[in-house]
């Protein structure tokens, strides 16, 4: 018997890379006759570097990521996707993308853009992906091409 995946996960924040793996997901979700949820997770942690907390920050987030989402929502439906819905989270990434939010959803496959994290800066920050794939509870794939499996081109500096 084939695996089917009934409920699939994309983490979008409006990169490159997560478009990468948006288009992927649609994919996916199409040949599985399954659910795209589309999560975009607000990281609260950035609001602490502001001296005072200032909800007028979180609330321009929030009004971003809802756009975001509206956007990804309307591009996957025009590619005939029926069964598309949105969640947007306020914490760290790691654990939300990773746990919660599958957990809460009955996610059974998650896909993530690869990060372009260096060495240095994955040490210090830690990539997103990375602990995705060590703490999820589901499959993970974590998306490096585009749909004919080539590396997208890099822009020149």
Do not use: W
Not at 115 to 135: D, P
């Amino acid at each position: 018997m084939l695996q089917q995946y009934k409920k699939i996960m994309v983490a979008v924040d409006g990169s490159a890379e997560a478009e990468l793996a948006f288009k992927k997901a649609v994919n996916v979700a199409m040949r599985n006759n399954g659910e795209l949820l589309l999560a975009h997770v607000i990281d609260t942690r950035s609001f602490q570097t502001v001296s005072s907390f200032d909800g007028m920050l979180a609330e321009q987030a929030t009004e971003m990521a809802k756009q975001t989402l509206a956007d990804y929502e309307e591009n996957a439906k025009k590619a005939g996707l029926n069964h598309v819905s949105t969640v947007i989270e306020y914490g760290s990434p790691k654990q939300i993308i990773a746990k919660e939010i599958p957990e809460d959803n009955h996610v059974d496959l998650i896909l993530l853009g690869a990060t372009g994290l260096n060495a240095v800066e994955r040490l210090f920050i830690g990539s997103v992906s990375e602990y995705v794939i060590r703490n999820a509870t589901c499959d993970v794939l974590v998306v490096r091409t585009d749909l004919e499996n080539k590396l997208p081109e890099k822009k020149k500096d």
